[in-house]
């Protein structure tokens, strides 16, 4: 079994300084893991993703996350917040068991970014 | 355009009124799946499908049933609705050779009341 936790459920921050949203998790199997946007009434679109290649991942718009095995940690982090990046974020463990593809969603973190 | 559409966007229904929620994709993907996500509680699945005909039961499946008959159609039926079913669905797709490493491609969602 696998679970995801996002450590806050709002981060605010103002324009131009950094970001970070922070994603721990826990996985019996090898897992892939992401990071999924989601702005207000839109489906969730994918920022990047680790699958067991470099441990610093970059995305789209900026981000980052860097894959701390020994902390099981994903953290998402952004240099220069934009307004436009106000949204929900989502981390996902995704793991493939033989048959069946699993993946858990954490429970999001709202990010209000301040002018 | 690849995409996943969902319809309707918005649903009013009143309790016991059995209803169909539809998703179809356009990407030839293997992997389906059916999300509710709550305030609080991120996304959690409901059902998914890894192929034609193959269906399986995911977190929260109470209440709900699906068919894959078609590669592209994978319909979400509340038979008989309940208040509790109140939500924001999503269906997403994936590429199933991808196993746990593909990204999801999501619709951008239904909104479901259920009086």
């Known amino acids: 079994a696998q679970s995801v936790t996002q450590l806050d459920s709002h981060v605010s921050v103002s324009e131009g300084t950094p970001v970070l949203l922070r994603c721990n998790y826990s996985s019996s199997y090898s897992p892939s893991l992401f990071w999924y946007v989601q702005h207000p009434n839109k489906g969730l679109q994918l920022l990047l993703k680790y699958t067991s290649a470099a441990t610093l991942v970059k995305g789209i718009n900026g981000f980052e996350a860097e894959f701390k095995k020994s902390e099981t940690s994903f953290h998402l982090t952004k240099p220069s917040a934009h307004m436009s990046d106000a949204a929900e974020y989502f981390c996902v463990v995704s793991v493939h068991t033989g048959s069946a593809r699993q993946l858990t969603f954490g429970s999001g973190t709202q990010l209000t970014v301040l002018p | 355009e690849a995409q996943v559409t969902q319809n309707p966007r918005y649903l009013i229904t009143v309790t016991g009124k059995k209803l169909t929620v539809t998703c179809s994709q356009n990407m030839n993907h293997e992997y389906m799946s059916w999300y509710r996500q709550d305030p609080g509680l991120g996304l959690r699945q409901i059902y998914y499908?890894?192929?034609?005909?193959?269906?399986d039961k995911g977190d929260v499946p109470e209440g709900y049933k699906v068919s894959r008959k078609e590669k592209r159609n994978f319909p979400l039926i509340l038979e008989s609705p309940s208040p509790n079913q109140t939500s924001l669905y999503f269906c997403?797709?994936?590429?199933?050779?991808?196993?746990?490493?593909?990204?999801?491609?999501f619709g951008e969602g239904s909104r479901l009341t259920v009086l």
């Open positions: 997403a797709s994936s590429l199933v050779a991808a196993a746990n490493t593909g990204e999801l491609f």
């Open positions: 499908s890894m192929n034609v005909e193959v269906t």
